[in-house]
């Protein structure tokens, strides 16, 4: 028999001071959105399986938790990610004209981790622009990512931009069969530069040679140079490689590379993609990108932008917290003292009261000072 506190494995408690400090980042990002004019939303956690899976690619269906409704008989979803709710939201309850800047936070579960020590309950915070299908919702999608990672301090962050499109226009172009279509994202995603040259092998030696140099083409500036010299020249890759240049250019100052093989994501993303890095970390922190068309089963077909982060990942990234601290009271029928704590506490102190018979258990407070009552007042004193 397993121990009744024993949890799934990647599912874990968020445990004093680390949830603390969750709390804290959660509130400080909000507030960064909110002051740049991203509107708060609530998804459910669950909704009707079709509607959290609508334009979404393989690897989202198989990353949801699916159960049966026992109202309705139907299948339901737990979410897996709130971008498609964010989608709906946005298509089906607002239904606004021009431009809506949305954002989120909350849990979402997963079937599986992302990566060994991965977590499958990420506690995901995003902002999404919907109703612009131009590069410069990009760049304000760029420039708010750089902001929610320097503001929860994130150390080392590095900004790997990628093109969903390109990859398409050139599938497009080389009359890859989806199969092999899919079998090559999997692989450039990998950087299996031998699976690669495998899937692309029955193609004209341009194609297979542009497919096998997509791994190498990363860096800055240079990087986009000599991808205008090896891949095809295609509208489509012209202009992709247009809007990674802006991309680059706006990010002066921050650690950007483009990296024409990071296909990191859910599948869904169609343009521009990020993929945001820290300091010691292997996975990515935050991911996001464009996915236009979001919304069009719900009636309205809108372009969209946007980025979402993990912050357990950010916890990850953080020096560890120490404790709260605070000012420890005794437990005392003592109307001065009743006022004297309630005054602290509303200045922003943390007041514990110390329940009779605690004495020995003080430490575990993690209190560093105490009100001591001297000359017939109520002062602070360092434990």
Same mark, same amino acid.
């Given at each position: 028999?397993?121990?009744?506190?024993?949890?799934?494995?990647?599912?874990?408690?968020?445990?004093?001071?680390?949830?603390?400090?969750?709390? +804290?980042?959660?509130?400080?990002?909000?507030?960064?959105?909110? $002051?740049? %004019?991203?509107?708060?939303?609530?998804?459910?956690?669950?909704?009707?399986?079709?509607?959290?899976?609508?334009?979404? +690619?393989?690897?989202?269906?198989?990353?949801?938790?699916?159960?049966?409704? %026992?109202?309705?008989?139907?299948?339901?979803?737990?979410?897996?990610?709130?971008?498609?709710? +964010?989608?709906?939201?946005?298509?089906?309850?607002?239904?606004?004209? @021009?431009?809506?800047?949305?954002?989120?936070?909350?849990?979402?579960?997963?079937?599986?981790?992302?990566?060994?020590?991965?977590? /499958?309950?990420?506690?995901?915070?995003?902002?999404?622009?919907?109703?612009?299908? *131009?590069?410069?919702?990009?760049?304000?999608?760029? @420039?708010? &990512?750089?902001?929610?990672?320097?503001?929860? %301090?994130?150390?080392?962050?590095?900004?790997?931009?990628?093109?969903? #499109?390109?990859?398409?226009?050139?599938?497009?172009?080389? #009359? &890859?069969?989806?199969?092999?279509?899919?079998?090559?994202?999997? +692989?450039? !995603?990998?950087?299996?530069?031998?699976?690669?040259?495998?899937?692309?092998? $029955?193609?004209?030696?341009?194609?297979?040679?542009?497919?096998?140099?997509?791994?190498?083409?990363?860096?800055? !500036?240079?990087?986009?140079?000599?991808?205008?010299?090896?891949?095809?020249?295609?509208?489509?890759? /012209?202009?992709?490689?247009?809007?990674?240049?802006?991309?680059?250019?706006?990010?002066?100052?921050?650690?950007?590379?483009?990296?024409?093989?990071?296909?990191?994501?859910?599948?869904?993303?169609?343009?521009?993609?990020?993929?945001?890095?820290?300091?010691?970390?292997? =996975?990515?922190?935050?991911? @996001?990108? $464009?996915?236009?068309?979001?919304?069009?089963?719900?009636?309205?077909?809108?372009?969209?932008?946007?980025?979402?982060?993990?912050?357990?990942?950010?916890?990850?990234?953080?020096?560890?917290?120490?404790? =709260?601290?605070?000012?420890?009271?005794?437990?005392?029928?003592?109307?001065?003292?009743?006022?004297?704590?309630?005054?602290?506490?509303?200045?922003?102190?943390?007041?514990?009261?110390?329940?009779?018979?605690?004495?020995?258990?003080?430490?575990?407070?993690?209190?560093?000072?105490?009100?001591? *009552?001297?000359? @017939?007042?109520?002062?602070?004193?360092?434990?």
């Amino acid at each position: 028999m397993q121990p009744a506190w024993l949890l799934p494995e990647h599912i874990e408690d968020i445990l004093p001071p680390y949830a603390r400090v969750a709390e +804290a980042l959660r509130r400080q990002l909000l507030d960064l959105f909110d $002051r740049h %004019g991203y509107d708060l939303v609530c998804p459910p956690l669950v909704e009707y399986l079709e509607s959290l899976l609508t334009g979404a +690619a393989r690897d989202l269906d198989l990353k949801t938790f699916k159960v049966v409704d %026992g109202l309705s008989g139907r299948m339901l979803g737990v979410r897996a990610d709130m971008t498609p709710q +964010a989608a709906r939201i946005d298509a089906h309850l607002l239904n606004r004209q @021009g431009v809506a800047r949305l954002c989120y936070a909350g849990p979402v579960l997963r079937t599986r981790p992302a990566g060994f020590l991965g977590s /499958r309950e990420p506690f995901q915070i995003g902002a999404e622009i919907f109703g612009h299908a *131009r590069i410069e919702a990009d760049l304000e999608i760029q @420039g708010l &990512l750089l902001a929610a990672l320097e503001a929860a %301090g994130v150390p080392d962050v590095r900004l790997s931009l990628g093109h969903a #499109g390109l990859f398409r226009a050139m599938v497009a172009g080389s #009359g &890859l069969e989806a199969q092999e279509a899919q079998a090559l994202f999997s +692989a450039l !995603r990998q950087k299996d530069v031998p699976e690669v040259a495998a899937i692309t092998a $029955r193609l004209d030696a341009p194609w297979q040679t542009a497919f096998c140099t997509l791994p190498d083409l990363y860096g800055g !500036r240079e990087a986009l140079q000599r991808a205008k010299d090896v891949l095809p020249d295609l509208p489509a890759i /012209r202009l992709a490689l247009e809007d990674l240049g802006r991309l680059l250019d706006a990010g002066q100052g921050a650690d950007i590379r483009v990296d024409l093989a990071d296909l990191r994501g859910d599948g869904y993303h169609n343009g521009v993609m990020f993929a945001a890095y820290a300091g010691g970390q292997a =996975r990515a922190v935050a991911l @996001g990108g $464009r996915y236009d068309g979001a919304g069009a089963v719900f009636g309205r077909s809108r372009p969209a932008t946007g980025f979402s982060l993990d912050l357990r990942q950010i916890l990850d990234c953080l020096p560890q917290p120490g404790p =709260r601290g605070g000012i420890l009271a005794p437990y005392r029928e003592d109307e001065d003292l009743r006022v004297r704590i309630a005054d602290l506490r509303a200045a922003g102190e943390r007041v514990v009261v110390e329940l009779p018979g605690q004495e020995a258990h003080r430490a575990e407070t993690g209190c560093h000072r105490a009100l001591v *009552r001297e000359a @017939g007042q109520w002062l602070i004193k360092f434990l």
